[in-house]
Protein backbone atom coordinates (compact mmCIF):
# COMPACT_ATOMS: atom_id res chain seq x y z
CA UNK A 1 0.00 0.00 0.00
CA UNK A 2 1.45 3.14 -0.86
CA UNK A 3 0.60 6.49 1.00
CA UNK A 4 0.13 9.68 -1.07
CA UNK A 5 -0.35 12.91 0.66
CA UNK A 6 -1.97 16.26 -1.48
CA UNK A 7 -0.52 18.87 1.07
CA UNK A 8 0.37 22.34 0.67
CA UNK A 9 0.54 25.10 4.00
CA UNK A 10 -0.78 27.11 1.49
CA UNK A 11 -4.55 27.24 0.65
CA UNK A 12 -6.53 27.34 -2.69
CA UNK A 13 -3.55 25.35 -4.93
CA UNK A 14 -5.57 22.37 -6.50
CA UNK A 15 -4.97 20.11 -3.87
CA UNK A 16 -8.13 18.61 -3.39
CA UNK A 17 -8.84 18.65 -7.10
CA UNK A 18 -5.46 16.64 -7.25
CA UNK A 19 -7.00 14.58 -4.86
CA UNK A 20 -9.75 13.91 -6.26
CA UNK A 21 -8.26 13.39 -10.03
CA UNK A 22 -5.41 10.98 -8.91
CA UNK A 23 -7.45 8.66 -7.01
CA UNK A 24 -10.11 8.57 -9.68
CA UNK A 25 -7.31 7.96 -12.19
CA UNK A 26 -5.31 4.75 -9.97
CA UNK A 27 -8.79 3.52 -9.30
CA UNK A 28 -10.43 3.28 -13.13
CA UNK A 29 -6.53 1.65 -13.61
CA UNK A 30 -7.74 -1.14 -11.39
CA UNK A 31 -6.05 -0.60 -8.18
CA UNK A 32 -8.35 -0.35 -4.88
CA UNK A 33 -8.03 2.93 -3.80
CA UNK A 34 -9.17 4.74 -0.90
CA UNK A 35 -9.09 8.67 -0.20
CA UNK A 36 -9.22 9.94 3.06
CA UNK A 37 -10.56 13.59 3.14
CA UNK A 38 -8.84 15.01 6.34
CA UNK A 39 -9.83 18.63 6.00
CA UNK A 40 -12.74 19.70 7.54
CA UNK A 41 -14.16 21.30 4.77
CA UNK A 42 -14.85 18.45 3.13
CA UNK A 43 -14.69 19.42 -0.24
CA UNK A 44 -13.03 16.35 -1.71
CA UNK A 45 -16.18 14.07 0.19
CA UNK A 46 -18.41 16.78 -1.21
CA UNK A 47 -17.15 15.92 -5.18
CA UNK A 48 -17.90 12.29 -4.34
CA UNK A 49 -21.27 12.92 -3.22
CA UNK A 50 -20.50 11.64 0.16
CA UNK A 51 -21.96 13.64 3.29
CA UNK A 52 -19.01 15.30 5.38
CA UNK A 53 -19.42 13.11 8.57
CA UNK A 54 -18.26 10.93 10.56
CA UNK A 55 -19.99 9.03 13.37
CA UNK A 56 -18.39 9.58 16.77
CA UNK A 57 -16.33 12.12 15.11
CA UNK A 58 -12.43 12.84 14.82
CA UNK A 59 -11.81 12.54 18.57
CA UNK A 60 -12.88 8.35 18.83
CA UNK A 61 -10.36 8.39 16.02
CA UNK A 62 -7.80 9.74 17.02
CA UNK A 63 -7.89 7.51 20.23
CA UNK A 64 -8.17 4.22 18.36
CA UNK A 65 -11.93 4.09 19.92
CA UNK A 66 -12.57 3.82 16.19
CA UNK A 67 -11.51 1.88 13.02
CA UNK A 68 -11.14 3.26 10.15
CA UNK A 69 -12.40 0.03 7.89
CA UNK A 70 -16.03 0.65 9.72
CA UNK A 71 -16.61 4.24 8.48
CA UNK A 72 -15.55 4.08 4.78
CA UNK A 73 -17.67 4.81 2.45
CA UNK A 74 -17.58 3.59 -1.03
CA UNK A 75 -18.12 5.88 -4.02
CA UNK A 76 -19.70 5.81 -7.33
CA UNK A 77 -16.71 4.96 -9.21
CA UNK A 78 -15.14 1.22 -9.48
CA UNK A 79 -12.45 0.74 -6.83
CA UNK A 80 -12.62 3.73 -4.81
CA UNK A 81 -13.77 4.24 -1.80
CA UNK A 82 -13.68 7.35 1.18
CA UNK A 83 -13.19 8.31 4.26
CA UNK A 84 -15.13 11.32 4.71
CA UNK A 85 -14.13 14.51 6.47
CA UNK A 86 -16.09 15.30 9.27
CA UNK A 87 -15.84 19.20 10.88
CA UNK A 88 -14.71 17.88 14.09
CA UNK A 89 -11.43 17.66 12.28
CA UNK A 90 -10.54 21.05 13.21
CA UNK A 91 -9.98 19.71 16.61
CA UNK A 92 -8.38 16.96 15.21
CA UNK A 93 -4.70 18.78 16.36
CA UNK A 94 -6.06 18.86 20.59
CA UNK A 95 -6.81 15.69 20.16
CA UNK A 96 -3.42 14.32 19.28
CA UNK A 97 -1.89 16.33 21.89
CA UNK A 98 -3.36 13.93 24.18
CA UNK A 99 -2.43 11.02 21.96
CA UNK A 100 0.30 8.85 22.75
CA UNK A 101 2.73 9.20 19.87
CA UNK A 102 0.70 11.54 18.13
CA UNK A 103 2.85 11.75 15.28
CA UNK A 104 2.86 8.13 13.95
CA UNK A 105 -1.21 8.15 14.70
CA UNK A 106 -2.26 8.29 11.24
CA UNK A 107 -0.08 5.76 10.06
CA UNK A 108 -0.98 3.32 13.06
CA UNK A 109 -4.34 3.63 11.82
CA UNK A 110 -3.77 3.43 8.10
CA UNK A 111 -1.87 -0.18 8.34
CA UNK A 112 -4.42 -2.42 8.86
CA UNK A 113 -5.21 -1.21 5.39
CA UNK A 114 -2.03 -2.61 4.31
CA UNK A 115 -4.37 -5.75 2.39
CA UNK A 116 -6.93 -3.62 1.43
CA UNK A 117 -5.70 -0.98 -0.91
CA UNK A 118 -2.95 -0.18 -3.43
CA UNK A 119 -3.08 3.18 -2.73
CA UNK A 120 -4.01 5.83 -0.44
CA UNK A 121 -4.64 9.32 -0.73
CA UNK A 122 -4.64 11.32 1.95
CA UNK A 123 -6.80 15.23 0.87
CA UNK A 124 -4.95 17.48 3.73
CA UNK A 125 -5.63 20.74 4.97
CA UNK A 126 -3.35 23.85 4.64
CA UNK A 127 -1.34 24.18 7.84
CA UNK A 128 1.58 22.90 9.74
CA UNK A 129 0.55 21.46 12.50
CA UNK A 130 0.56 18.39 14.38
CA UNK A 131 -1.96 16.79 11.80
CA UNK A 132 0.64 17.75 9.10
CA UNK A 133 3.45 16.34 11.03
CA UNK A 134 1.51 13.08 11.29
CA UNK A 135 0.61 13.32 7.56
CA UNK A 136 4.32 13.46 6.95
CA UNK A 137 5.02 10.14 9.67
CA UNK A 138 1.69 8.33 7.64
CA UNK A 139 2.84 9.07 3.79
CA UNK A 140 5.10 7.83 1.41
CA UNK A 141 5.15 10.59 -0.41
CA UNK A 142 3.77 14.08 -0.16
CA UNK A 143 2.56 15.22 -3.54
CA UNK A 144 2.94 19.31 -3.64
CA UNK A 145 0.62 21.14 -5.77
CA UNK A 146 2.13 24.50 -6.06
CA UNK A 147 0.96 27.83 -7.94
CA UNK A 148 4.03 29.46 -10.27
CA UNK A 149 3.90 33.14 -8.30
CA UNK A 150 6.96 34.04 -5.98
CA UNK A 151 4.85 33.65 -3.01
CA UNK A 152 4.14 29.89 -3.13
CA UNK A 153 7.54 29.30 -3.86
CA UNK A 154 8.54 30.97 -0.63
CA UNK A 155 5.73 28.82 0.88
CA UNK A 156 7.52 25.83 -0.72
CA UNK A 157 10.69 26.45 0.10
CA UNK A 158 9.55 26.84 4.15
CA UNK A 159 7.74 23.34 3.75
CA UNK A 160 11.02 21.83 2.62
CA UNK A 161 13.31 23.43 5.37
CA UNK A 162 10.59 22.29 8.28
CA UNK A 163 10.87 18.74 6.72
CA UNK A 164 14.55 18.82 7.13
CA UNK A 165 14.30 19.45 10.48
CA UNK A 166 11.35 16.52 10.90
CA UNK A 167 10.89 14.01 8.17
CA UNK A 168 12.87 12.08 5.20
CA UNK A 169 9.11 12.25 3.59
CA UNK A 170 10.16 12.13 -0.14
CA UNK A 171 7.95 15.37 -2.00
CA UNK A 172 6.68 15.52 -5.70
CA UNK A 173 6.25 19.11 -6.36
CA UNK A 174 4.10 20.37 -9.24
CA UNK A 175 2.61 23.38 -10.91
CA UNK A 176 -1.05 24.03 -10.92
CA UNK A 177 -3.09 26.77 -12.02
CA UNK A 178 -0.74 27.54 -14.92
CA UNK A 179 -1.68 30.24 -17.10
CA UNK A 180 0.58 30.63 -19.66
CA UNK A 181 -0.54 33.65 -20.98
CA UNK A 182 1.21 35.42 -17.78
CA UNK A 183 5.06 35.94 -17.99
CA UNK A 184 5.94 35.09 -14.80
CA UNK A 185 3.80 31.67 -14.89
CA UNK A 186 6.05 30.80 -18.09
CA UNK A 187 9.03 31.66 -16.56
CA UNK A 188 8.71 29.22 -13.46
CA UNK A 189 7.67 26.51 -15.67
CA UNK A 190 10.44 26.78 -18.18
CA UNK A 191 13.25 27.44 -15.25
CA UNK A 192 11.67 26.46 -11.89
CA UNK A 193 14.04 27.02 -8.89
CA UNK A 194 16.85 24.46 -8.14
CA UNK A 195 15.16 24.47 -4.96
CA UNK A 196 12.26 22.24 -6.16
CA UNK A 197 13.67 18.78 -6.25
CA UNK A 198 11.93 16.15 -7.31
CA UNK A 199 9.62 18.49 -9.55
CA UNK A 200 7.10 16.49 -11.79
CA UNK A 201 7.64 17.43 -15.16
CA UNK A 202 3.87 17.34 -15.98
CA UNK A 203 2.04 20.49 -15.14
CA UNK A 204 -1.96 21.42 -14.46
CA UNK A 205 -3.46 24.22 -16.65
CA UNK A 206 -5.86 26.71 -15.29
CA UNK A 207 -9.03 25.75 -16.89
CA UNK A 208 -12.53 26.40 -16.22
CA UNK A 209 -13.09 22.61 -15.83
CA UNK A 210 -11.49 22.35 -13.01
CA UNK A 211 -14.17 24.65 -11.36
CA UNK A 212 -16.99 22.66 -12.94
CA UNK A 213 -15.86 20.47 -10.94
CA UNK A 214 -17.62 21.57 -7.55
CA UNK A 215 -20.82 21.81 -10.02
CA UNK A 216 -20.60 18.45 -11.34
CA UNK A 217 -19.84 17.29 -8.20
CA UNK A 218 -17.47 14.99 -10.16
CA UNK A 219 -13.78 13.85 -11.31
CA UNK A 220 -12.72 15.78 -14.43
CA UNK A 221 -12.26 11.95 -16.27
CA UNK A 222 -16.10 11.66 -15.21
CA UNK A 223 -17.69 14.40 -17.18
CA UNK A 224 -14.70 16.22 -19.23
CA UNK A 225 -12.38 13.42 -20.24
CA UNK A 226 -11.23 15.11 -23.04
CA UNK A 227 -10.49 18.08 -21.53
CA UNK A 228 -6.85 19.85 -21.10
CA UNK A 229 -7.09 19.32 -17.41
CA UNK A 230 -8.00 15.86 -17.81
CA UNK A 231 -5.60 14.92 -20.18
CA UNK A 232 -2.79 17.13 -17.98
CA UNK A 233 -3.64 14.79 -14.55
CA UNK A 234 -3.75 11.71 -16.90
CA UNK A 235 -0.06 12.58 -17.56
CA UNK A 236 0.43 13.75 -13.86
CA UNK A 237 -0.63 10.22 -12.47
CA UNK A 238 1.50 8.32 -15.05
CA UNK A 239 4.66 10.49 -14.59
CA UNK A 240 4.20 9.64 -10.47
CA UNK A 241 3.11 6.17 -11.34
CA UNK A 242 6.41 5.72 -12.82
CA UNK A 243 8.68 7.40 -10.15
CA UNK A 244 6.82 4.83 -7.52
CA UNK A 245 7.90 2.18 -10.05
CA UNK A 246 4.32 1.42 -10.00
Same mark, same amino acid.
Given at each position: MR /???S ?6 V???A?A?N???L ?7 T? /?W???? %???A???F????R /? #????G ?5 ? =????K??KG????NLD??P??F?Y @????L?LE?A? #? !????LH #? ?11 V ?8 S??S????E?A?V? $? /? !????T? $???RT???? %????EQ??Q???? !?????V?RR =?? *? ?10 TM?? *??RT &?I !?Y ?7 ? *?? @?A ?5 A?RS??A ?5 ? &?EE ?7
Amino acid at each position: MR /VLASYNIKGGVGKTASAVNLSYLAAQGGARTL /VWDLDP %QGAASFYFRIKAR /V #KGGGGKLVKGK =KDLDKLIKGTNYENLDLLPADFSY @RHMDLELEDAR #K !PGRRLH #KLLKPLADEYDYVFLDCPPSISLVSESVFEAADVL $L /V !PTIPTI $LSLRTYDQL %QRFLEQSAQTTTM !PFFTMVDRR =KQ *LHRMIVDQPPATMSG *LLRT &WI !PYASEVERMG *LE @RAALGAFARRSRAALAYTAL &WEEIRSRLGA
